[in-house]
């Protein structure tokens, strides 16, 4: 059935730097990729969204590329702040539009 | 627009009793998901409605219930309520139920604490 792999935490960075959150799945067809973003206490936002391969999903500074030849969706950011600190989850949803969710990965981010 | 609304937003009961959670979707969405969040088991899937019909359900055992009212607002039921029942349960709605391109938009869920 269709999987989703996430890289697992905790993610420890300091302010400015670099974030590459990994995300593979395994998924028959040709499904929609999502991350999501939770933050303490709250439901989860939509961070950004792939549709087909080779899209470039982005949002505040965040991206990531639908990468069907490594079926992956690698989540990065250039300079990450305090307030990135919160837990992403990779999903991917195929023809019956329920979500498939990965672990999450709680990033901390220390000024 | 107001995005998905759940309440109660806290909510303690005892084993054996039975819980309803309640949904209103984003103004126009015609699709109500429900998923259970725990540290154990993560995000999984409960349920889907579209028009008042259930179209898809996770695997969870018949104490698990929901429906949808023609205003699209839904609700989940939980009877004989276990202690591995606490969770945070979140909804999703989206603006229409097929495809693979379909956005769900999450509310901020309802915690559920069962003694």
């Known amino acids: 059935g269709n999987s989703v792999t996430q890289m697992e935490g905790p993610v420890t960075l300091s302010e400015e730097a670099f974030l590459t959150i990994n995300c593979t799945y395994t998924a028959t067809g040709y499904p929609s990729l999502f991350w999501y973003v939770q933050y303490p206490g709250e439901g989860l936002q939509l961070l950004l969204k792939a549709t087909k391969a080779d899209d470039k999903g982005s949002n505040k500074g965040f991206e990531a590329t639908y990468r069907k030849e490594t079926t992956s969706f690698h989540l990065e950011k250039g300079s990450v702040q305090v307030s990135d600190s919160a837990v992403y989850f990779c999903a991917l949803s195929g023809a019956t539009n329920k979500l498939i969710f990965g672990t999450g990965t709680l990033l901390a981010v220390q000024p | ?115």
């Open chain 2, 1 to 115: 627009k107001a995005g998905v609304t759940q309440t109660p937003r806290y909510l303690i009961k005892t084993r054996g009793q039975q819980v309803t959670l309640s949904c209103s979707p984003i103004s126009g969405h015609r699709s109500v998901s429900w998923y259970q969040q725990t540290p154990g088991q993560g995000l999984q899937f409960l349920f889907e409605y579209f028009s008042e019909t259930q179209r898809n359900k996770g695997n969870f055992p018949g104490r698990f219930s929901g429906r949808q009212f023609s205003n699209s607002r839904s609700e989940m039921n939980v009877s004989t309520l276990e202690l591995g029942d606490s969770a945070l349960y979140l909804c999703a709605s989206s603006p229409i139920r097929g495809g693979t391109s379909d956005t769900q938009y999450f509310g901020p869920g309802t915690r559920l604490t069962v003694l």
